[in-house]
């Protein structure tokens, strides 16, 4: 992440009042009896306290009380609306409203979402269907996979995630992922990386709480084929994070790393948050053939009540050649996040070769 990110506005200011007064000049002149002053005034209520996902729903609502007509009626001006909304995550606001509204109307409402996705993505609605009909919906979903469209292609596999980000879980399908199994094969070689990163975060999922049968699946495909083996790759990537062994066979570092470490250092040793660590390292090989190393390196941030918590981090995944030495460099700024605190104390960083820690250093961060 740059230096800059922090001065980024708020991701939930892609609902704020230009985009609303966007939203309500077109579909006026899609609706004449839509409401311009109705829907602002309550789609803008207490706007600056909500979440991103929070405004999402409040506009879906508004739509619905502001438009006459039965949901059907609805529907159809939105569908009308849809391409004219100049933004992408903010059309996701349509498909809120079919989740919130449709149903009890499947067949239509499957339509409406398989349209909608197009624009932004149907995949948070998605989920509300099938957490109440999870058979049924699948089954919609399945034909999905086989569509012309890439954005309803991705659906298919993003919406029915087990662990979809941003979204609730679908607790079936973590104890049993089995179910979606006919989507991830019929995607399993896709023409678009749209859909191809989908299928890979889909397993990656199923990976938190059923490896074995995740290794399993992708162990039977075909990993000559470069589409089918990028998808495995980053579909396997917590299980390498963690040395797994059969993730890193299957992506042909699964041998202990023929390697010398000349040298692995992190600088500057001690620092405050808001400066920049350096880590780099030196390696030589020892191999008499050209050999896949997986490298990555691991922080054990301090805790606020003691001990560490371990975080892997990638660095690079490469053929080294016989005799060959390698020189390795990365910068990382130290600052909070929304997701990580940092507290004072010796942080300790492992540097991993296919999965096994083969140097140590570390720095302190000062109060």
């Known amino acids: 992440m740059t230096d800059t990110a922090e001065a980024a506005p708020a991701l939930k200011e892609i609902f704020n009042r230009a985009r609303l007064e966007h939203i309500a000049g077109a579909l006026s002149g899609i609706d004449p009896q839509f409401s311009q002053e109705r829907f602002l005034a309550a789609a803008s209520e207490n706007l600056d306290a909500l979440s991103?996902?929070?405004?999402?729903?409040?506009?879906?609502?508004?739509?619905?009380?502001?438009?006459?007509?039965?949901?059907?009626?609805?529907?159809?001006?939105?569908?009308?609306?849809?391409?004219?909304?100049?933004?992408?995550?903010?059309?996701i606001t349509l498909?809120?409203?079919?989740?919130?509204?449709?149903?009890?109307?499947?067949?239509?409402?499957?339509?409406?979402?398989?349209?909608?996705?197009?624009?932004g993505s149907s995949e948070f609605a998605i989920r509300h269907f099938l957490q109440r009909d999870m058979e049924r919906t699948l089954a919609v979903m399945q034909g999905w996979a086989e569509?012309?469209?890439?954005?309803?292609?991705?659906?298919?596999?993003?919406?029915?995630?087990?662990?979809l980000p941003w979204s609730f879980q679908l607790r079936p399908l973590m104890l049993d992922p089995t179910p979606t199994a006919p989507i991830l094969e019929a995607l399993k070689a896709d023409p678009s990386l749209y859909v191809r990163k989908s299928v890979a975060n889909h397993l990656n999922d199923i990976t938190k709480d059923n490896p074995d049968l995740t290794l399993a699946r992708v162990r039977a495909w075909d990993l000559g084929d470069a589409r089918t083996a990028w998808?495995?790759?980053?579909?396997?990537?917590?299980?390498?994070?963690?040395?797994?062994?059969?993730?890193?066979?299957?992506?042909?570092?699964?041998?202990?790393?023929?390697?010398r470490i000349d040298g692995f250092s992190v600088t500057p040793p001690a620092l405050v948050l808001g400066e920049r660590l350096q880590v780099t390292a030196r390696l030589s090989s020892l191999a008499p053939a050209p050999q896949k190393l997986v490298i990555d390196y691991a922080v054990h941030y301090v805790k606020k009540a003691g001990g560490t918590s371990r975080k892997v981090f990638k660095w690079k995944e490469?053929?080294?050649?016989?005799?060959?030495?390698?020189?390795?460099?990365?910068?990382?700024?130290?600052?909070?996040?929304?997701?990580?605190?940092?507290?004072?104390?010796?942080?300790?960083?492992?540097?991993?070769?296919?999965?096994?820690?083969?140097?140590?250093?570390?720095?302190?961060?000062?109060?």
């Open 147 to 163: 569509d012309d469209n890439e954005h309803v292609r991705r659906l298919a596999s993003e919406g029915s995630r087990p662990r």
């Open 52 to 91: 991103i996902m929070q405004r999402l729903r409040q506009i879906a609502v508004t739509l619905d009380t502001v438009m006459t007509g039965s949901y059907a009626s609805k529907l159809e001006r939105l569908r009308a609306l849809a391409p004219h909304i100049n933004h992408g995550f903010a059309s």
């Open 95 to 119: 498909p809120e409203f079919v989740a919130l509204y449709g149903q009890d109307d499947f067949d239509l409402s499957m339509d409406a979402l398989k349209y909608f996705t197009a624009f």
């Open 318 to 367: 490469l053929s080294l050649a016989p005799k060959e030495v390698l020189h390795l460099s990365i910068s990382q700024l130290i600052r909070d996040f929304t997701t990580r605190k940092h507290y004072a104390g010796f942080h300790r960083i492992e540097l991993m070769v296919n999965g096994e820690t083969m140097a140590e250093s570390g720095f302190e961060l000062l109060p």
């Open 231 to 259: 998808i495995v790759r980053h579909a396997l990537r917590s299980l390498i994070k963690k040395g797994d062994p059969q993730a890193l066979a299957l992506i042909g570092a699964g041998e202990k790393a023929l390697v």
